[in-house]
């Protein structure tokens, strides 16, 4: 039931190897989740991705495990922003399209499971868990421009390809507007949404949809009031729900590496602060799915 937006399958199983894989997968499905998206951050790592994820299914001594879990995964392909990839961006965007292009046309089980384009974005902030280790004194004024450039040449891919857009953006709201504004590609989610309820309003009013992860858990009781009403402020055809696994493991697991099995705890925090059944805020997400990913009115 509990649909998962944005998983790193990749990061999550590097060091621990395909049997953890299957493992996840199998503990993913045993909640029938309609849809679970994993996530890259290449232009051309999809098709690693891909065959990693078959791998790791393969594994799966349950048949019916095994189905579902066909079943449930999709993808996207985008470009993080990292020096190389900022530099280079004319050619790291040329590749992601003729990679997408190119998996969709491949035949592959799995290439009608390519549903969107990222995450890409503006990313600032220099302590993320995400960045632990990257050097960040070369963000000056002009690479910050160039980053604005290589999130822009993604949503106007997306724009030529019809498909929605997996934006990432921290700490770099006015960045991330900038470009929202110019490129008027507004098909997509703001993923991970680290900003207070007056940005909120410009990413609404604009058409964006909002994903919540496991930072939400983090209000603790001095922000919990202002937390409810950011999270009960989303209108329901707009909210969905992610880990961002091994990201950002929600109360009472932070500060431990998250899987996708731990969804359960953000679903019960927002359906808690809406005031709606957990089974209900499920049913909302699958339905916000369908239409956003899948093309589903």
């Not at 890259?40 to 799966?60: H, N, P, Q």
């Not at 930072?215 to 409810?228: I, S």
Request: proline share 3%.
């Amino acid at each position: 039931m509990n649909s998962d937006i944005l998983f790193n399958f990749t990061q999550m199983i590097n060091n621990s190897g395909t049997d953890f894989g299957a493992q996840i997968l199998e503990e993913m499905t045993a909640s029938k989740p309609f849809f679970a998206l994993n996530s890259g951050i290449k232009a051309d790592d999809i098709w690693a991705r891909v065959d990693t994820i078959k791998e790791c299914i393969e594994l799966i001594d349950d048949d019916d495990a095994k189905r579902l879990a066909r079943q449930m995964i999709y993808f996207s392909a985008g470009i993080m922003p990292d020096l190389d990839s900022v530099e280079n961006r004319y050619e790291y965007i040329e590749n992601l399209e003729d990679t997408i292009t190119s998996f969709k046309d491949s035949g592959d089980d799995f290439a009608d499971k390519l549903v969107a384009i990222g995450p890409c974005g503006i990313d600032h902030d220099w302590e993320s868990v995400e960045y632990e280790g990257r050097e960040h004194d070369y963000f000056d004024h002009d690479t910050i421009s160039d980053e604005k450039d290589l999130f822009a040449l993604q949503l106007t891919l997306g724009k030529k390809l019809n498909m929605p857009v997996i934006v990432h953006s921290r700490k770099g709201f006015q960045e991330t507007a900038d470009v929202l504004k110019a490129v008027k590609w507004n098909k997509g989610v703001i993923h991970g949404y680290s900003y207070s309820k007056s940005e909120l309003d410009f990413f609404l009013d604009l058409g964006w949809y909002i994903s919540f992860n496991g930072e939400v858990t983090y209000a603790g009781k001095k922000g919990a009031a202002d937390m409810a009403d950011l999270i009960s402020y989303v209108p329901k055809d707009r909210i969905l729900i992610e880990t961002d696994s091994p990201y950002y493991a929600p109360v009472p697991l932070k500060n431990t590496e998250n899987k996708p099995g731990n969804i359960s705890y953000i679903y019960d925090y927002v359906s808690a602060k809406r005031d709606i059944a957990g089974s209900k805020l499920a049913s909302i997400v699958e339905e916000n799915c369908r239409k956003l990913f899948l093309g589903h009115n």
